[in-house]
């Protein structure tokens, strides 16, 4: 069968067969973590040595949930960000279709904006309820939500294009 295996150079020819039989193929992963940019997840991909190829695929900022994704060698960095976009629009359309009727963001968008200036602004995860919950209720009453990190991501200048300043 094919894939990538650990043979450890004392195993004898039975645990190779073992493993073989088995398909006990190496499994690889790639850590997204909470409030990276699409600059943070390009860098990250592009300094795998276990992925191959150039990414030449589209990224949206927030299009992409932090977490962990897992591949198999040979995975192409285009490959991986297709399983992590797949994964995550999976992700948020349950979120989306299972939320309050009394939400404060009126689309999928702006969850996500939403959502991405909330994991930033909280500093520890016990802090995100709390934060989400003091952005919700700004935009309840039509109140800007004046956020350092809307602030910090509208000083680069590709992102002054951008759909989140409805939020500053």
């Not at 860098?43 to 927030?62: A, F, H, T, V």
């Not at 960000?81 to 359309?93: D, F, N, P, R, V």
Request: overall charge negative; some cysteine; charged content about 30%.
């Amino acid at each position: 069968k094919p894939g990538e295996y650990k043979i450890d150079k004392d195993s004898s020819t039975v645990e190779v067969i073992k493993k073989l039989n088995n398909h006990e193929i190496v499994i690889h992963n790639v850590v997204i973590f909470r409030g990276w940019t699409v600059k943070d997840i390009i860098k990250c991909l592009n300094e795998r040595n276990d992925l191959c190829g150039e990414i030449s695929q589209e990224i949206k900022e927030g299009e992409i949930l932090s977490g962990k994704y897992e591949f198999v060698y040979p995975t192409s960095k285009n490959g991986i960000l297709t399983i992590m976009k797949e994964k995550s629009l999976a992700t948020y359309e349950k979120l989306w279709n299972e939320r309050s009727e009394n939400c404060a963001v009126k689309s999928l968008p702006q969850a996500l904006i939403l959502s991405s200036i909330v994991a930033k602004e909280a500093m520890v995860e016990e802090d995100i309820n709390l934060v989400a919950s003091v952005f919700t209720n700004r935009l309840k009453i039509n109140m800007p939500i004046q956020s350092d990190p809307t602030i910090f991501y509208a000083m680069n200048e590709e992102n002054l294009k951008m759909p989140f300043r409805e939020f500053i």
